[in-house]
């Protein structure tokens, strides 16, 4: 076998560079999570999906899951002065909303947020407010770095260090912008609000009643058209005053197993949605089901908050390593040992 020589050996040979695109020539990597339809961007579309009740509900659920945990600070050996500067940041902060904007990261994929520092007394710096901005206003370029769409550098600008914190769900080297979690409930709720409007046309044509009116002799065609006139007043009226020669009669088409199809669909889809976020079902549906299986499921649900967790304990340490970097107070080679740490009491 032909030796490698260790140039190859040390550097990256399969890149983006030398992958022949026509993206590499406009320096912008698509998303592959991206869904686009007549509602515009992909961000609208994620929002337009986060208004079906049941993929509200879920997030809401899972979100609750975290954002009831108590927060904590633990000191290591940090010194008074980097402890307290870290602790007045997050005592003046709204540690509440940031965690929520930091979560939406697993169903958007990504979520860019931009810190707005101040200079306090002493000469120190700390975040006064950290806002959530729209994704659709960055774009990861060819070599995965996260850039701005200004109107003054087409290309985008690249952001400075200590200005963002970008939480990604699941990203990798292909997908830099992370796993959105509301790209796979795309066609669940598409199929259920078609399946809506089946069913809304069906009971539209089919839910009401059937009135029947019959005349006890042949009648003249006018007046079965005035016999319909008063049945259709029937409807709104809920009355109607009929001679001795005419009978009206109610009678149930028997719309039930067309009823069951529908709902079935919805129930389905909505299965599917549960099931992308929060990777169970039982805790959203009200349908009955083994001891057993409900354990599998609360196990199932406490995993997932626990990977979220992870997710903002690691953005929040990040915030903390730029304050300290800021204020000169941050040691590289003993940070785990001696830097404040956010902590998610579970």
């Not at 290309?155 to 790209?183: C, T």
């Not at 929040?316 to 304050?323: P, S």
């Amino acid at each position: 076998m032909e030796m490698i020589g260790t140039t190859l050996l040390t550097n990256e040979l399969v890149t983006r560079d030398n992958y022949l695109t026509f993206h590499k020539y406009i320096g912008i990597l698509p998303n592959p999570g991206r869904i686009i339809d007549e509602s515009g961007t992909t961000e609208q579309v994620y929002a337009n999906l986060k208004n079906d009740p049941h993929v509200w509900s879920c997030i809401q659920s899972r979100k609750s899951g975290i954002l009831a945990l108590k927060w904590n600070l633990t000191t290591g050996s940090s010194s008074d002065t980097a402890f307290n500067l870290v602790k007045e940041m997050f005592d003046n902060l709204d540690i509440f909303n940031l965690i929520s904007n930091i979560l939406e990261a697993i169903y958007y994929g990504y979520q860019v947020i931009e810190i707005m520092w101040e200079e306090k007394s002493g000469g120190m710096f700390l975040p006064y407010e950290i806002t959530a901005k729209p994704n659709q206003w960055f774009f990861y370029d060819t070599d995965g770095k996260l850039r701005f769409r200004s109107k003054g550098e087409p290309q985008g600008e690249i952001l400075p260090e200590n200005k963002f914190l970008v939480p990604r769900h699941n990203p990798s080297y292909e997908n830099p912008y992370g796993e959105a979690l509301l790209s796979k409930c795309y066609w669940p709720i598409t199929i259920k609000n078609l399946g809506f409007r089946f069913w809304m046309n069906f009971l539209e044509k089919y839910g009401m009643p059937l009135i029947i009116g019959q005349y006890t002799y042949p009648p003249t065609p006018e007046e079965l058209e005035a016999l319909s006139d008063r049945l259709k007043n029937l409807v709104d009226s809920q009355t109607i005053a009929a001679p001795s020669d005419i009978t009206v009669d109610i009678k149930d088409i028997g719309q039930s197993k067309s009823v069951e199809i529908y709902a079935q669909i919805i129930k389905l889809a909505n299965a599917e949605i549960s099931k992308v976020l929060l990777s169970e079902t039982l805790t959203t549906e009200m349908d009955s089901g083994s001891y057993a299986a409900s354990v599998t499921h609360f196990k199932v649900r406490q995993e997932l908050i626990l990977g979220d967790v992870k997710i903002v304990e690691n953005v929040l340490n990040e915030l903390i390593k730029m304050v300290l970097q800021v204020n000169g107070l941050w040691e590289a080679k003993s940070y785990r040992k001696i830097a404040p740490k956010f902590v998610l009491e579970r």
